[in-house]
């Protein structure tokens, strides 16, 4: 698979990054990784991942902040100033850095100049264990997994809806069991702009304009980014996962091509308190080069622990 490029949006590193980087160099093997962070984690990174297995697969740190200043001229700080969190419901909203690297996946597909098509958005905190196939055989195309079972709840799966059909005016979609937010997946450049575009068209077309005025046409720019913030001021939830999986099939039914919930999913371990199961990683495993070895996580970690191996393990809310 190695001509295939992945994109990981990484808020701080932390001691399981390098398990995640290291699971998808052994099982994988991309070209190039991407990894767009702060710019003040990029030098403890570079001299941490000089020293990670990475075979042949190389990483290139990309600074957020300035991210969207080609093409757009847009800083990380004009970005933030379209956040308004909505405020009715203070306790169910989510941070700017949260909606950000929401646009980090999806502006990479015309950000980064190099970037193989497709290419793979990976969640920072999800580690591999027992491989799904991403690229099939030539007839079957690329495919992610659906790896969770439903969303945290009715009122959340609401928001998402509500979120997509206010940004493309359709329908969300949802595979037959689980739901389209699997924490990675295979992004066609043709297809995620030809979304972007979509965004505007119909933003344009609904008034939902922002700094065009009602008399210009639209035209596939950083308006995207717009409405997609435009957003947090009256939803507390989107997906940009859900967004294209919604809007590809209706539009590329053929290109969404996964793995059912049953066959990976369902053996998968998500933890959204990572205190407990850190101090378990932590007495089999330890710290070399800024995060644990992939090999000794899989070796000495897993079979101890887990009464199964999972097809994966996905750890949130680490820090550090």
């Known amino acids: ?37 702060l710019e003040s984690e990029i030098p403890a990174l570079e001299k941490d991942s000089a020293h990670w297995i990475l075979k042949s697969s190389c990483i290139k740190y990309i600074p957020e902040e300035t991210f ?10 004009d970005i ?37 098509t497709p290419y793979i958005v990976w969640d920072s905190d999800l580690i591999c264990i027992d491989p799904w196939e991403l690229d099939a055989d030539e007839q079957n195309g690329y ?23 206010d940004l493309t005016g359709l329908t969300v979609a949802e595979p ?3 739901t389209f937010v699997p924490h990675h997946f295979v992004m066609h450049i043709s297809i995620v702009n030809a979304m972007l575009d979509h965004i505007v068209h119909h933003c344009f077309s609904e008034h939902m304009v922002t700094s065009v005025s009602a008399t210009d046409p639209p035209t596939p720019s950083s308006e995207w980014i717009a409405h997609i913030m435009r957003l947090s001021h009256t939803r507390y939830r989107f997906s940009e996962y859900k967004c294209l999986a919604t809007f590809m099939q209706h539009y590329y039914p053929d290109d969404l091509r996964y793995h059912a919930y049953d066959q990976f999913g369902a053996r998968g371990l998500r933890y959204r308190d990572s205190t407990n199961i850190l101090s378990d990683i932590m007495e089999e495993c330890v710290i070399v080069n800024g995060g644990f070895l992939y090999q000794d996580f899989v070796e000495c970690f897993v079979p101890i622990h887990m009464h199964r191996r999972p097809s994966y393990i996905q750890i949130e809310h680490l820090q550090r």
């Open 80 to 116: 933030q100033l379209l956040y308004n969190s909505a405020e009715e419901n203070a306790e169910h909203t989510r941070e700017f850095g949260w909606w950000f690297q929401q646009l980090l996946k999806l502006g990479a597909a015309r950000q980064i100049g190099s970037l193989s």
């Open 176 to 178: 037959e069991v689980g």
């Open 68 to 77: 969207f200043v080609s093409n757009y001229g847009l800083h990380k700080t």
């Open 1 to 37: 698979m190695g001509f295939v490029d992945f994109v990981i949006p990484l808020h701080k590193n932390n001691c399981i990054f390098r398990t995640v980087i290291e699971g998808i160099v052994t099982h994988y093997s991309p070209n190039t990784i991407y990894v767009i962070t």
């Open 143 to 165: 495919s992610f997994a659906i790896l969770q079972e439903s969303a945290k709840n009715a009122w959340n799966c609401d928001q998402y809806a509500a979120a997509i059909s």
